[in-house]
């Protein structure tokens, strides 16, 4: 069975930080690439930033670069975002997902966001809010 497990949400001050980790179980983990999301109510999930297992390479949105950092450990088949610089616009509920690796590589490769619908499996999210 296939899962993926989120956690590291929490209640943190601005200019603080929060490290999410997302575990994989159920499928070859090295094959896929995963992604940490968050979706505003009534929007469509954006991707955050994501990673290629298979050789490490990221993505990250404008709005995180320089702020957030992402990172993975094949052998633990876990996925971590470091979430540093935090401000109240980081609020949301985050998620993590997974997909084919050379769909969401190709895209990555192109400095295209990768797509919600290029990833197959879904954890359930972890809250993270922002106070101000």
């Known amino acids: 069975e296939v899962q993926l497990q989120a956690s590291g949400g929490g209640l943190v001050q601005a200019g603080g930080s929060l490290r999410l980790s997302c575990a994989a179980s159920g499928f070859h983990f090295s094959d896929y690439a995963v992604g940490w999301f968050r979706q505003a109510p009534g929007k469509e999930r954006e991707v955050v930033s994501s990673?290629?297992?298979?050789?490490?390479?990221?993505y990250y949105a404008n709005s995180v670069k320089g702020r957030f950092t992402i990172s993975r450990d094949n052998a633990k088949n876990t996925v971590y975002l470091q979430m540093n610089s935090l401000t109240p616009e980081d609020t949301d509920v985050y998620y993590c997902?997974?997909?084919?690796?050379?769909?969401?590589?190709?895209?990555?490769?192109?400095?295209?966001?990768?797509?919600?619908?290029?990833?197959?499996?879904w954890g359930q999210g972890t809250l993270v809010t922002v106070s101000s």
């Open positions: 990673i290629v297992n298979r050789d490490g390479s990221t």
């Open positions: 997902g997974a997909g084919d690796w050379f769909a969401i590589s190709t895209a990555q490769g192109m400095g295209v966001r990768p797509s919600s619908k290029l990833y197959d499996y």
